[in-house]
């Protein structure tokens, strides 16, 4: 979903479910093994974020989101990306 009452500033919302019917993972390495991990369950996350143009001319545009997550994976993350187009 994105608002567009502002032709220079378009914030967005996100929201995502995952489920992870089988996921284990085997790791081994140099001969040693680690103990078996598993991502079998489910993954809610929301984003929020923003696409910034300084101007209707302007080459450059910033994008910047954070990201929220619940169930299986936990934990926040942020992105900010800088983007010059000509």
Do not use: C
Not at 23 to 28: D, F, H, I, L, R
Not at 57 to 77: F, L, P
């Amino acid at each position: 979903m994105a608002y567009t009452g502002n032709s220079l500033l378009s914030p967005y919302v996100g929201l995502s479910w995952e489920h992870e019917f089988d996921g284990n993972a085997n790791v081994k390495s140099y001969g040693l093994s680690l103990e078996e991990l598993s991502l079998k369950g489910d993954t809610g996350s929301a984003q929020l974020g923003v696409h910034f143009k300084p101007s209707e001319t302007s080459s450059w545009r910033v994008d910047a989101s954070i990201n929220g997550y619940v169930g299986q994976k936990e934990g926040v993350a942020g992105n900010i990306a800088v983007h010059w187009l000509y």
